[in-house]
């Protein structure tokens, strides 16, 4: 894996939900992106990658931290990539994780109202 934009990354700006309903096909990736960080192991993974320093980590300091083998982690950051929230980079023996940014903005702007109008309803 690279440590470029995953395919989809730049169409998939979704649409704010209070906006107007979103169409099938967003609803199905947005639940697949919502399901990957449904997992408290995902959602701590994504964490300890993000505030990691440089924004990187190595698969070797993520094991560390869980009481899980790795197998397990290896499952659990494949899911995250799958849902392109992360991207990983092969170096030498082992692989580097780093969040994808314009992912998570895409995300976080999904949750925002984006008026004041809306807000205040």
Same mark, same amino acid.
Request: aromatic share 4%; glycine share 6%.
């Given at each position: 894996?690279?440590?470029?934009?995953?395919?989809?990354?730049?169409?998939?700006?979704?649409?704010?939900? /209070?906006?107007?309903?979103?169409?099938?096909?967003?609803?199905?990736?947005?639940?697949?992106?919502?399901? @990957?960080?449904?997992?408290?192991?995902?959602?701590?993974?994504?964490?300890?990658? @993000?505030?990691?320093?440089?924004?990187?980590?190595?698969?070797?300091?993520?094991?560390? /931290?869980?009481?899980?083998?790795?197998?397990?982690?290896?499952?659990?950051?494949?899911?995250?990539?799958?849902?392109?929230?992360?991207?990983?980079?092969?170096?030498?023996?082992?692989?580097?994780?780093?969040?994808?940014?314009?992912?998570?903005?895409?995300?976080?702007?999904?949750?925002?109202?984006?008026?004041?109008?809306?807000? @205040?309803?």
């Amino acid at each position: 894996m690279s440590n470029k934009e995953p395919p989809g990354v730049a169409s998939s700006c979704w649409s704010p939900l /209070v906006g107007q309903p979103i169409s099938p096909e967003h609803a199905s990736e947005i639940s697949r992106v919502f399901k @990957a960080l449904g997992d408290p192991v995902r959602l701590r993974l994504l964490s300890l990658i @993000a505030s990691h320093a440089g924004g990187e980590a190595c698969v070797c300091d993520l094991t560390e /931290v869980f009481d899980l083998s790795g197998p397990t982690i290896s499952h659990h950051l494949k899911v995250l990539r799958e849902a392109e929230l992360i991207t990983g980079e092969r170096r030498g023996t082992w692989i580097h994780y780093r969040v994808v940014p314009q992912r998570l903005a895409s995300l976080a702007d999904l949750l925002i109202p984006t008026t004041a109008e809306t807000v @205040a309803s």
